[in-house]
């Protein structure tokens, strides 16, 4: 049944997609974020939803009358170096033999999330990205958080196997990526039902992190919890919220689950943990060894173990997105990828601070500073795992970058109106900008 429903979705969407290509990158995030298909048990498991989509997508985007140009910021420049810099890098793997199917997977999440930047651009489209991004890991937050209710916290709470998010790890930190984005949505929805419903589904997705038992989650939930509180324009609610909330929640998990937890304490006598170490000294060692390429993709042999790891029999991935980057991409790929994040930061406090004061703007406001939040999580959390091609970031920063362009054009075209009004002897009305704060506005500040 499942299956059959996942088809009827997707093939009755499709016609859409040739109307309005923006549906089809709609699509595709969902496809590749929450991979419905893997909730089925037949022939929906293995059909390639995610080729169709893809190619109908692309199809649509090319006969479209629509602009079909990526965004050029500084931030989205970066993204396309780095991108650029994968291939090469994989040029000069180190076993070019073995990285093809890597290297398929990897291009392909780039092409499209490329696609979704084209694609994306008005406030409908923002919304709706955050709103599909936010229903395929919502969905599993509800089901992770009821699944913890019902068990007493005994079982650990997994992801959709075989995707970026099936490990207990990985699906925490999915989940703490988008709590900010729920409390956004609930900013901008005028229904009292939608941000009830938005509130229950915090609760329970914070509820399925900590019964991933993942000690990276514990870490990058506390991290985007504060920085939740300082960003939110409702510091009393959403503090009251974290008081009445966290604690229970922390009490009703089962002794099996603090004990985990104190292990963070005693790392040194944690094997999980020391195969972690041993396995960014090797990317380390790697990375000094081939400092401007690095390893490539398919870096975790037992062969470079022996020649770069403190422990050669202990081999692990790299389980931090920063030496992954180290490892397989070298010093080079590294700068690429923190300036990326530096960039993605920058472009959100630009929207902060330009729309701080802007009734109309408050929705760009709250997004920017969300999306910030949901980063805090993603790149404290991200210390510990290997998620560098995890799409979601990527699809965060093309939600920032289109805001940004929105903004800042619609902001110009105000002051321009501003000062043809003044120049024709028309009075300037109360809180319309002058040219010179057009030109600060409208100029790329990051």
């Given at each position: 049944m499942r299956d059959i429903l996942v088809t009827l979705i997707v093939f009755g969407w499709l016609p859409l997609v040739f109307k309005k290509p923006y549906m089809g990158a709609l699509m595709w995030v969902w496809i590749s974020v929450?991979?419905?298909?893997?909730?089925?048990?037949?022939?929906?498991?293995?059909?390639?939803?995610?080729?169709?989509?893809a190619a109908v997508t692309i199809v649509s985007l090319l006969f479209s009358r629509e602009e079909k140009s990526l965004p050029l910021t500084s931030a989205t420049?970066?993204?396309?170096?780095?991108?650029?810099?994968?291939?090469?890098?994989?040029?000069f793997a180190i076993y070019p033999e073995e990285i093809h199917d890597q290297w398929v997977k990897v291009m392909k999440i780039m092409l499209m999330t490329f696609v979704v930047f084209m694609l994306i651009k008005t406030r409908k489209h923002i919304e709706l990205l955050v709103w599909t991004i936010v229903i395929s890991l919502g969905y599993y937050g509800v089901k992770g958080g009821i699944f913890t209710i019902i068990g007493g916290g005994v079982d650990m709470v997994l992801g959709p196997e075989q995707t970026f998010i099936g490990g207990n790890?990985?699906?925490?930190?999915?989940?703490?990526?988008?709590?900010?984005?729920?409390?956004?949505?609930?900013?901008?929805?005028?229904?009292?039902?939608?941000?009830?419903?938005?509130?229950?589904?915090?609760?329970l997705s914070a509820l399925a992190a900590l019964g991933s038992y993942s000690r990276g989650a514990l870490l990058a939930i506390a991290a985007m919890g504060a920085f939740l509180w300082l960003k939110s324009q409702h510091k009393v609610r959403i503090g009251m919220l974290l008081i009445v909330a966290i604690p229970p929640a922390v009490a009703f998990?089962?002794?099996?689950?603090?004990?985990?937890?104190?292990?963070?304490?005693?790392?040194?006598?944690?094997?999980?943990?020391?195969?972690?170490f041993n396995a960014w000294w090797m990317a380390y060692n790697l990375a000094k060894d081939k400092p401007v390429t690095g390893g490539g993709f398919e870096i975790i042999t037992p062969e470079l173990f022996y020649l770069y790891a403190p422990n050669p029999e202990d081999l692990h991935a790299a389980h931090s997105i920063y030496f992954?980057?180290?490892?397989?991409?070298?010093?080079?790929?590294?700068?690429?990828?923190?300036?990326?994040?530096?960039?993605?930061?920058?472009?959100?406090?630009?929207?902060?601070?330009?729309?701080?004061?802007?009734e109309e703007y408050k929705w760009a406001y709250n997004l920017a500073r969300m999306i910030q939040v949901s980063l805090v999580g993603f790149l404290t959390g991200g210390a510990f795992l290997s998620l560098l091609y995890f799409d979601v970031p990527y699809y965060l920063l093309g939600a920032m970058v289109a805001t940004r362009i929105l903004v800042a054009k619609e902001l110009k075209q105000k002051a321009s109106s501003a000062s043809d009004k003044k120049g024709t002897g028309a009075p300037r009305q109360f809180g319309q900008l002058n040219p010179s704060q057009a030109g600060t506005i409208a100029g790329d500040s990051s």
């Open positions: 929450m991979n419905p298909h893997t909730q089925g048990w037949g022939f929906a498991t293995t059909f390639p939803f995610a080729a169709i989509i420049l970066v993204f396309i170096a780095f991108v650029l810099w994968m291939n090469v890098t994989s040029i790890n990985e699906i925490a930190l999915a989940l703490i990526m988008t709590i900010p984005l729920m409390h956004f949505l609930q900013t901008i929805t005028p229904k009292i039902w939608v941000r009830h419903a938005l509130t229950a589904a915090i609760l998990m089962p002794e099996q689950w603090t004990e985990r937890m104190d292990s963070i304490n005693s790392y040194e006598e944690d094997a999980s943990a020391q195969g972690r992954q980057a180290l490892g397989e991409h070298g010093f080079v790929g590294l700068g690429l990828y923190l300036l990326l994040g530096l960039l993605t930061w920058r472009t959100g406090s630009w929207i902060i601070r330009n729309t701080r004061k802007l």
